[in-house]
């Protein structure tokens, strides 16, 4: 199932809305912290002003709207939590969204950084799925996933290493590698290229032929179905 992340947090009123900063000044018109307002105060900003098409206006998205999107649109979410403050309410307010949307469970992943949150809400949701960000390789990095109670695994290529990635397909984990943009120019792979001196596509290209990597993400959807291409695989 193709998918598409997103990022939630509870506005001041305890409603769940997707975007990606806690400020809303880069990515509207109008200035504050997304978690000091009113869904209806964010509503009065445009929240398309770094849409590719001049003149878009959009209001911001709310989370409900997202999950009846994906039921009709048969696409999975991966939901990055946001959330800094208020956490016991956004814990009941988020498990009362999931719980009562008919079909939502089943295609979700919960994401985030705070694997204490995301346990939070998986003990409260049946059949919920956790997907953990890991940033470091550790010592004994399998033993780190799995006591997070994770049910897949977010990796940046930096810190992955071939022999985690069979480790964590042992352990029937899912595996998400996350590419970011490109930089001085050159897009993802190459920039890694210029950067550790190595043949980095292949090596990814390698990983995803072995059935290493569950899910690759990109900001640029076209990227990674080209990725996809070469690799030999289609898109699930």
Not at 104 to 126: A, E, S
Not at 223 to 231: C, E, P, Q
Request: proline share 2%; glycine share 8%; aromatic share 8%.
């Amino acid at each position: 199932m193709s998918s598409i992340e997103l990022d939630v947090h509870m506005t001041l009123d305890e409603k769940m809305v997707v975007t990606h900063d806690f400020r809303i000044d880069r990515v509207s018109d109008g200035s504050g912290y997304v978690a000091n307002m009113t869904l209806g105060e964010l509503r009065a900003y445009n929240f398309g002003v770094s849409a590719l098409t001049e003149g878009t206006n959009a209001a911001i998205p709310v989370l409900d709207d997202i999950f009846d999107w994906a039921i009709r649109h048969d696409t999975g979410l991966v939901v990055e939590i946001k959330q800094r403050s208020r956490l016991d309410r956004f814990i009941e307010r988020f498990t009362e969204l999931v719980t009562t949307k008919t079909g939502i469970v089943g295609r979700i992943q919960l994401l985030g950084f705070n694997h204490v949150l995301l346990n939070q809400i998986k003990d409260r949701v049946p059949g919920l799925k956790i997907q953990t960000v890991s940033l470091e390789r550790y010592k004994n990095q399998l033993e780190a996933i799995l006591s997070s109670s994770a049910d897949c695994v977010c990796l940046e290529y930096e810190h992955t290493h071939i022999d985690d990635l069979k480790a964590y397909k042992q352990a029937g984990l899912g595996v998400r590698l996350y590419l970011p943009p490109g930089k001085l120019g050159l897009d993802t792979l190459e920039y890694f290229r210029v950067k550790f001196g190595h043949d980095v596509r292949s090596e990814i290209l390698f990983w995803m032929k072995e059935g290493l990597i569950d899910m690759v993400s990109h900001d640029d959807v076209l990227y990674v179905k080209r990725l996809i291409d070469d690799a030999g695989l289609k898109c699930a």
